[in-house]
Nanobody, 122 residues
């Protein structure tokens, strides 16, 4: 069984930074493509960022490009999301996902974390 565990959420003021981390554990036979999605209250889940198994190919949502950066962590199946210049509209539950191929579509990912809350408020 594969599990994803997120960490790093919290409360930050507008303009501040946070770093989210996600680790895949369990039956991991190969490197996964990994992604972050978010869902704010009353809104649909939306794509944030993704990288492929090697970490060399990356996708970003237009709303976060230039402010957020996705990267591999120290482990093969770990991923981090560095979020800078945070805005109130970035507040949401952020979910980590893992799959075979990099994609902007949530349906492409096989495994999901439980989510971590990011609150942006003064």
């Amino acid at each position: 069984q594969v599990q994803l565990v997120e960490s790093g959420g919290g409360l930050v003021q507008p303009g501040g930074s946070l770093r989210l981390s996600c680790a895949v554990s369990g039956r991991t036979n190969s490197a996964y493509a990994m992604a972050w999605f978010r869902q704010a209250p009353g809104k649909f889940r939306e794509f944030v960022a993704a990288l492929n198994w090697s970490g060399r190919n990356k996708y970003y949502a237009d709303a976060v490009r230039g402010r957020f950066s996705i990267s591999r962590g120290n482990g093969e199946n770990t991923v981090q999301l560095q979020m800078n210049s945070l805005k109130p509209e970035d507040a949401a539950v952020y979910y980590c996902a893992a799959g075979i191929d990099i994609s902007r579509s949530g349906s492409s990912y096989l495994y999901w974390g439980q989510g971590t809350q990011v609150t942006v408020s003064s």
